[in-house]
């Protein structure tokens, strides 16, 4: 495979409108942390953006930093991080799920718009993009949005790049906006709730005013392989119903008391402080449980995205008919499911009751083999499958860019 390490935004054209001459396509990474998420496809050509590393502006006073695609994500964590800032909807990583090194990007981070626990309350990857500069599949450099809200010619334009895979654009630098960090934190732990009474909590504390930013469950079953921040749970290895309160701490302690009040009926509420919490919703984050190198790492891992009601009954029969694992997040909305493995990761068993409740399921983690065999991504209804379209055509007319990465068969 030809590598093409490209060392700014006009490298990058003159690469895509080399490919598009050729009708070669491209595949696009920063360090290659994601390239096992996806259908397979076929390509020789490498777009590598690793040299875009810089973070051309950051303002801490004004929420905003400006950093180039190929930056790597923990050393942009880290310097948001020194200024008691952090992107609030808490991207996740997946290299512990995976099993690959821990190098994801800026870039990788807004094309897989994975966000973690907070996303209930600060949103998800879209909701902090400000604005993006990126070639498209025409081989033109283009701008959407810009370093502020209000009045920014093209603010939505950019949306379209989170969570697209790079099937649209190749993105060169991103602005985002950043959020001061909680001076404190704390997590109410109910333990031994069945799935079903799990979702109903989560749902009474959502809707409580105690402002919850993180709801999470993790059935007994699922501790057989915790470890990190969920291994400090103890050795009661009972089912864990998880829930977070961020803020000052005079508030914090206020509210985590009151909320364990209102949960009384369900459970009795233990509690964990700041670090240990923190840990424990990195765990969450990072699906831990399922970690490539744990005692699940060979099983296939589904994100499962639902109405939250439904989540706790959904995850339930899952386990059920499959044999295998789940973890919940946000309130039963999102549930994390390793299954044992078979030749198609049980992906019509899985599909038929993800339609049940109008939610969608995506193959995080599979082999080679099984995402050729089935859909990676949730096949789409005609009408929105036909918009979906349209819009890549809109960037990309020649396929040229991450060609068949989201649909099966369409790498040829």
């Not at 508030?251 to 923190?278: G, I, N």
Request: charged share 20%.
């Amino acid at each position: 495979m030809d590598t093409l390490k490209v060392r700014d935004a006009k490298d990058v054209e003159q690469v895509v409108r080399a490919a598009i001459a050729s009708d070669q396509p491209l595949e696009i990474v920063g360090h290659g942390g994601k390239r096992l998420i996806g259908q397979p496809m076929a390509t020789n050509a490498l777009l590598d953006l690793s040299a875009l590393n810089a973070v051309t502006a950051y303002e801490p006073n004004e929420l905003v930093i400006t950093v180039q695609a190929g930056a790597p994500l923990a050393d942009v964590a880290s310097l948001i991080d020194s200024k008691s800032q952090q992107f609030a909807f808490e991207p996740m990583n997946t290299a512990v799920l995976l099993g690959t090194p821990d190098i994801g990007t800026i870039g990788g981070m807004i094309g897989a718009g994975l966000a973690g626990p907070r996303r209930i309350k600060a949103g998800g990857a879209r909701d902090h993009l400000l604005g993006a500069h990126g070639v498209s599949g025409f081989g033109d450099s283009f701008k959407a949005g810009g370093r502020v809200v209000k009045n920014v010619t093209g603010y939505d334009l950019c949306k379209l790049l989170a969570g697209s895979w790079g099937t649209l654009a190749v993105m060169t630098e991103v602005t985002l906006k950043v959020m001061p960090r909680p001076e404190s934190e704390r997590t109410l732990v109910l333990h031994g709730l069945d799935d079903i009474s799990a979702n109903k909590a989560m749902t009474a504390a959502l809707g409580s005013p105690f402002d919850v930013t993180g709801a999470a469950h993790v059935p007994n079953s699922a501790f057989r392989s915790a470890g990190g921040g969920l291994g400090e749970l103890g050795a009661q290895r009972q089912a864990a119903t998880l829930l977070r309160l961020e803020g000052i701490s005079a508030s914090v302690a206020h509210r985590a008391t009151a909320l364990a009040k209102l949960l009384a009926p369900f459970a009795a509420a233990d509690m964990l402080e700041d670090a240990a919490s923190a840990a424990l919703w990195g765990s969450i984050r990072d699906v831990e449980p399922f970690a490539a190198g744990g005692a699940l790492g060979a099983w296939p891992v589904w994100r499962i995205v639902c109405p939250p009601a439904s989540g706790g009954r959904l995850g339930e029969r899952l386990s059920r008919d499959t044999g295998g694992d789940v973890i919940y997040d946000w309130g039963g909305g999102l549930i994390w499911a390793a299954l044992p493995p078979k030749p198609d990761a049980q992906a019509a068993l899985v599909r038929a009751r993800v339609d049940e409740v109008a939610g969608h399921a995506t193959l995080i983690r599979a082999s080679d083999q099984v995402r050729r065999n089935v859909d990676v991504f949730h096949p789409q209804a005609r009408g929105l499958a036909a918009l979906s379209e349209r819009v890549r055509q809109s960037f990309d007319p020649k396929n040229i860019l991450n060609r068949g990465r989201l649909l099966r068969g369409s790498a040829a």
